[in-house]
């Protein structure tokens, strides 16, 4: 009898996995899908229709604003209910069926324009920053509804099932619309697009209601109504709010199209403008602009969020709505909160600094088919794996354990491309065949193989244990706030980093070349082939096996700087205790 009804109960506990699982990857579908459609893929349209690669960058500024700063719409999100669609379906899943709608509404917009005359590229640039911005808070929404919906023991299985509906998604809509626009035109092509989004929209009808959702009061006791001033504080706020998104957002997205065109009206002529930008987007120089700028328009956020010396009553709603969910934070953790911040900026900036592995490939000498098929195809495979491992050690070893797995795999996965660099186009090749699944079919070298399956593996596992970790870290009064501040400063110390990954490579083999300490590694090149490095060590005035060795120098260096989110995350497991009751206790490990 007891063996019954211990069978039922895994039975039970296996359908209430499995259900939420499903709708977040159906959501994590609806999540991806938007984001190529009003970005890669509508690049291509708009070329097609004769559009201008400046004007195309420009046509994705305000979409791109719009994912970088969607932590500062975020705690209205967390404050605002909707009138009938709150009561019916709850918080989160009432916000994301409007958002859904509006998303729908937005791709079918743009399925009506015709970027091919003025006012029909104006119209789109309009409709796709729309969508931006209502696909961007989707996924603020989208997020909180993971969060509050399951137990911090499931938060691994619905990050990875969140990534895996993310990825089929990106595929799908960045494949799919080309295909049509051949058949049934680009308008065509873009309506059937948003007929797919029908599935987001059934999953959160489906998806089980999340715990319910308690708004904070502000208190505006004892404070006096001033209608006037009122409303000039409020004008005033709100404006340096928008000023310091401009500033933000051209920080994190590296384009100072808004600055420049704002300068201009201010007078700096055309030659300034010209040299602002040239240093604001350059490589080498743009991290001097961009980093110093968000941390410009972050301060001014702040200093807009506080109150004044004396109450009033749009201070308090600031800082009962923007300020509070970090104080939330701060006294939670305690101690503990700044260097888990810390801890978040510097986990994956091993992984940021990679933004060069395209030229790594062509420079070793694949051809750009290759490189494409390869990463677009087998990699997408095994990130698929990653994530499936990533949740199954999250629930093994408890959330701070797989923390750790996860800050260990993450840099010592490049000792693939250290061996990649070493060997170039040559060793012996794979022939992968998988007929009965797609007709997948790949022919890829054994080192390519195993540095390209280590990345996409590792960074499947860190990128999802991060992911469930920052949701732990979140508190149910301000779940979506807290989080997409998280989700969004993650990544700010790779973007300072890994604009100098270029100047270490070039600097590491000009020093192999002349003998100096990077040198140690060009005997490790003895078995490139003769087109390895040929031609781009030429033009910088190096060996071949000089710039093999500048670039093995560069992993190493990646691998280095990783051991810091090692010793960070490994002192975190060691000595945090929960020091206030509402601390999660699933951080015990």
């Known amino acids: 009898m007891a063996e019954v009804e211990s069978t039922t109960s895994e039975k039970a506990t296996l359908r209430n996995n499995i259900w939420p699982a499903a709708v977040m990857l159906c959501l994590g579908f609806a999540s991806g899908l938007p984001y190529l459609l009003i970005f890669d893929t509508a690049s291509a349209w708009l ?42 379906l709850g918080h989160r899943r009432g916000w994301m069926l409007l958002l859904q709608g509006c998303i729908i509404i937005g791709l079918w917009a743009m399925a009506t324009s015709h970027p091919e005359t003025a006012s029909g590229y104006v119209f789109m640039a309009v409709m796709a920053s729309l969508t931006g911005f209502f696909a961007a808070s989707q996924d603020i929404v989208m997020d909180a509804w993971r969060i509050e919906a399951t137990a911090v023991n499931l938060q691994g299985l619905m990050a ?13 809509s960045g494949v799919l619309p080309l295909m049509l626009s051949k058949r049934i035109g680009w308008n065509g092509a873009y309506a059937v697009m948003a007929a797919f989004m029908g599935i ?19 208190h505006f006791e004892g404070m006096p109504v001033r209608p006037g001033l009122e409303a000039l504080e409020w004008g005033v706020r709100g404006f340096a709010l928008v000023f310091a998104a401009v500033i933000m957002g051209s920080g994190l997205t590296g384009n100072a199209a808004i600055i420049t065109w704002l300068l201009g009206h201010l007078g700096l002529d055309a030659s300034g403008q010209a040299a602002l930008k040239t240093f604001w987007t350059a490589k080498s120089t743009g991290v001097f602009a961009q980093i110093p700028a968000f941390a410009i328009g972050f301060a001014l956020l702040i200093t807009c969020c506080l109150p004044l010396r004396w109450p009033t009553r749009p201070g308090a709603y600031f800082k009962g709505t923007f300020v509070e969910p970090m104080a939330d934070f701060f006294r939670r953790y305690q101690n503990w909160a700044a260097f ?72 010592f996965s490049h000792l693939g491309f250290m061996y990649l660099a070493t060997q170039g186009t040559g060793g012996a090749v794979l022939d992968l065949q998988a007929d009965w699944l797609f007709h997948l079919h790949w022919k890829l070298s054994v080192p390519f193989a195993i540095a390209i399956a280590l990345d996409n593996v590792s960074a499947s596992i860190s990128g999802t244990v991060l992911i469930a970790y920052m949701s732990s870290l979140t508190s149910t009064a301000f779940t979506a706030s807290q989080y997409a501040l998280f989700s969004s400063i993650y990544s700010l110390l790779g973007k300072l980093v890994a604009s100098q990954s270029g100047r270490i490579v070039e600097a590491s083999a000009k020093s192999a070349h002349s003998g100096g300490i990077a040198g140690i590694f060009e005997p490790l090149m003895h078995s490139l082939p003769a087109s390895s490095y040929a031609g781009p060590a030429a033009k910088l005035g190096v060996s071949a096996s000089a710039l093999g060795a500048g670039y093995y120098t560069f992993f190493v260096y990646t691998i280095v700087i990783g051991l810091a989110s090692i010793a960070m995350t490994l002192w975190l497991y060691i000595r945090y205790k929960p020091q206030t009751q509402d601390a999660p206790a699933a951080l015990d490990g």
Not at 70 to 86: N, Y
Request: aromatic residues 16%; positive net charge; glycine residues 8%.
């Open 47 to 88: 070329r097609q229709a004769g559009v201008s690669l400046e004007n195309i960058g420009f046509f994705f500024l305000f979409a791109t604003f719009s994912y970088t700063l969607k932590f500062m719409w975020a705690p209205v999100i967390d404050r605002l209910s909707l009138p009938f669609l709150t009561k019916w």
């Open 160 to 172: 990875a099932c969140y990534q895996w509906g993310y990825r089929i998604a990106m595929i799908i």
């Open 200 to 218: 987001g929209v059934a999953a959160l009808l489906l998806a089980p209601r999340e715990k319910e959702h308690k708004v904070r009061p502000i």
């Open 340 to 411: 888990i911040l810390c801890l978040i900026l510097v986990y994956r900036v091993s992984e940021f600094v990679l933004n060069i592995m395209n030229p790594f490939y062509l420079d070793l000498g694949f051809d750009v088919d290759q490189v494409a098929e390869v990463r677009k195809g087998f990699g997408v495979v095994m990130s698929m794996i990653g994530l499936a491992f990533a949740s199954w050690i999250i629930v093994q070893f408890g959330l701070l354990r797989a923390l750790l797995i996860g800050a260990i795999v993450g840099p």
